[in-house]
């Protein structure tokens, strides 16, 4: 069964500063999701992964995939407030389309002080 | 463009009883999905369905049934509320076939049971 660890759980950091959150999962996928929780609102797709070494990049967020690791980072770039949410990680259950089952990381709440 | 609306967005329940919570999805999505989100502890699949009239359970399924009798819409129900499930339920929906297809969130709904 997948597991799928995030850290930190918790970020707090500066306007302006870089840094990376990690996503380790326990089994072998070649797919590997991120989304965005802003504060009491829904989840929102940020980036599909799909396979070994697939970056992506929207703004001051990059993800990457390395499915031999069972890692994916999300790097953020000169962070800005408006980053502030909570990110989460996700894999999918299955070994193939269709029956989409994720698992998801418990998620890190980054937070940006101006 | 609704997307994935769920209703009701908050609720109150005494221990033991029950109530339906409704999600509608706008896309012709094939498959829904039923989550929990607790704190510390990501979300976590509750029940899914991979077409109309069909349904499956998820990692927590117990305590909870759903129905899935039309395409556009997934139903979950709590016949005995108990404390433990007090929590904040999303249903998320995806087009599910290929690899590229993340899960569409709706916005939550809120329970609390006293």
């Known amino acids: 069964e997948l597991k799928v660890e995030q850290n930190p759980l918790f970020l707090s950091m500066q306007e302006g500063k870089n840094y990376t959150i990690y996503c380790n999962y326990s089994t072998t996928s070649d797919r590997l999701y991120w989304y965005r929780q802003d504060p009491g609102k829904s989840l929102e797709s940020l980036f599909v992964l799909l396979s070994n070494g697939a970056v992506k990049q929207e703004g001051r967020l990059m993800a990457s995939l390395d499915t031999k690791a069972r890692l994916s980072t999300l790097h953020i770039t000169a962070a800005v407030h408006d980053l502030s949410a909570t990110y989460f990680c996700a894999g999918p259950r299955g070994s193939s389309g269709g029956y989409q089952k994720v698992t998801f990381g418990t998620g890190t709440k980054l937070q940006v002080i101006p | 463009n609704a997307g994935v609306t769920q209703t009701p967005k908050f609720r109150v329940l005494k221990t033991g009883q029950s109530m339906t919570l409704l999600c509608a999805q706008d896309?012709?999505?094939?498959?829904m999905y039923w989550y929990r989100q607790d704190p510390g502890m990501g979300l976590r699949l509750i029940h899914y369905s991979v077409g109309e009239g069909t349904t499956a359970k998820g990692e927590v399924p117990d305590g909870y049934n759903v129905s899935r009798l039309k395409k556009q819409n997934f139903l979950l129900g709590l016949e005995s509320a108990a404390p433990s499930q007090t929590s904040v339920y999303f249903c998320?929906?995806?087009?599910?076939?290929?690899?590229?297809?993340?899960?569409?969130f709706g916005n939550g709904t809120r329970l609390t049971v006293t």
């Open positions: 896309m012709n999505h094939e498959y």
């Open positions: 998320a929906s995806s087009q599910g076939q290929g690899w590229n297809s993340p899960l569409h």
